[in-house]
């Protein structure tokens, strides 16, 4: 079991970028304004606050893109193969749920990714290669990637609202993560789900 002398400081209650804080969402929605998007953020705290539960553990919190340090070498066959060398970026860290860990790769992967909803089974698979996850955090990994979109979307829209000289770093993940979260809400949870769960089962078969 890890132990650390600072641990203690990881209990991070209401910290606003750990994925089980998505209500707390709820007083920063009026950066929204009234439309649609605003409807969707709505319907997802509502979900997570209906059906997110499990045990905590230890987690990063933030594996996007930019913390994540990968190296390349060559398969026996001379293919290029990659893999992780590192992480970066420890400012997240707090006690979470494992599945948060893909659920918030996925979003950031979706937002860099030519074909954004079947980035999702890749990950699943590279993650499930080492820890696999249970029945009811398979189920949960729709809603929650949704979630995270959600933080990530309305705070940079209340943020804006306080630094708008800083608008284009905030917005970054907004150029297409409200297009993103539409296309998952408009196609379904099952729907997405069956593309990610049977990329992911590929990779059992050798064929990805």
Known sequence: KFHHPKLSSLHRENFIWNLKSVPLLEKYLYALGQNRNR???????????????????????????????????KSDFGDAVYQVSGILDFDDMSYGYYVFEVA????????E??????????VLAGFESVVPLTPVERGALFLLVCSRFCQSLVLAAYSCQLYPENEEYLMITAKTGWKHLQQMFDMGRKAVEEIWFETAKSYEAGIS
């Open 39 to 73: 409807e969707i953020v709505e319907q997802v705290i509502q979900l997570f606050k209906d059906e997110v539960m499990t045990s905590l553990s230890i987690i990063h919190g933030d594996l996007n893109d930019h913390n994540i340090l990968i190296e390349s070498s």
């Open 104 to 111: 918030i790769t996925i979003m950031y992967m979706m937002i």
């Open 113 to 122: 990714s030519k074909t954004p909803i079947q980035v999702g089974g890749h």
